[in-house]
């Protein structure tokens, strides 16, 4: 009963969210079939005219562009120079993949419209997505040889249904003809991240992704959602070099603000 609670008071505020940003003609839903919305040429959040990709130059104006990060993992940072900095976190303690790029910012209207595909299953948006990320794989990814999703417990994905980094793994499947690998594996039921810092986290994933058989690549590129400490990718990442990888890079749609 507090758990039903609990999540209508998060919807409410989500969709309150929403009706804010259709101030500025952001996030408008179409009446109908919400399958319909996946339409080419048609704006995935605000449904005007898209032009030749899924996001309008409109909406691609107000999203939050991660411009300005960090040349290893892709952390937004304030520099004034932005070629080739690294984070303080970075300078430290580098993550164990070689790099990882995200092309916006986990801020609204990007986590609505994360939350909505993984919670909602407005799998819809998806596509919109993809595209972003495939220009990023394209520029920034040339010798990787396999996508591999985060894989979530099968006791999640069974709840959920499916696995949204996968998802976002086949349309570029389909664009760039790499493999996805399915190799990999999330064995351990972890808790939730949210609310932990980096060392409960560090410790929450410890031994938490296994790969069965002989890798069947050499270098991976981990596909995910949303990279929030990037202590996950960090942990698949050594779980990949372990099986035989020589390298191994990470992609995600956002990266979450502030958290390193
Ligand atoms: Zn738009
Ligand atoms: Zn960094």
Redesign the pocket.
């Given at each position: 009963m507090l758990l039903q609670a609990k999540r209508t008071i998060k919807e409410a505020d989500f969709e309150v969210r929403f009706e804010q940003a259709q101030g500025v003609k952001l996030l408008k839903h179409l009446p109908g079939d919400p399958r319909c919305r996946n339409i080419r040429g048609i704006c995935v959040l605000c449904d005007q005219p898209a032009g030749p990709g899924r996001i309008c130059r409109q909406c691609r104006r107000i999203l939050p562009w991660n411009d300005i990060?960090?040349?290893?993992?892709?952390?937004a940072?304030n520099a004034v120079q932005p070629h080739g900095v690294?984070?303080?976190?970075?300078?430290s303690r580098r993550?164990r993949f070689e790099i990882?790029r995200a092309p916006l910012i986990y801020d609204f209207p990007v986590d609505a419209v994360i939350k909505a595909i993984k919670f909602k299953r407005q799998l819809w948006y998806v596509p919109a997505f993809a595209e972003l990320l495939l220009r990023t794989l394209k520029t920034e990814f040339a010798g990787v040889d396999a996508l591999v999703p985060v894989p979530l417990h099968r006791w999640r994905q069974m709840a959920r249904g499916f696995n949204q980094a996968t998802e976002l793994c086949r349309p570029l499947q389909q664009a760039t003809g790499l493999p996805i690998l399915t190799q990999a594996a999330r064995i351990r039921a972890t808790s939730a991240q949210p609310g932990l810092n980096a060392a409960e986290r560090k410790k929450n994933l410890k031994d938490a992704f296994a790969v069965s058989g002989e890798l069947k690549c050499r270098h991976p590129l981990i596909v995910d959602d949303v990279m929030t400490t990037?202590e996950t990718c960090s942990q698949l990442a050594m779980t990949l070099l372990k099986a035989g990888a020589e390298s191994v890079s990470v992609l995600t749609v956002a990266r979450a603000l502030g958290h390193?």
């Open positions: 990060f960090c040349e290893c993992c892709g952390q940072i690294v984070c303080i976190a970075c300078e993550p990882a990037g390193l």
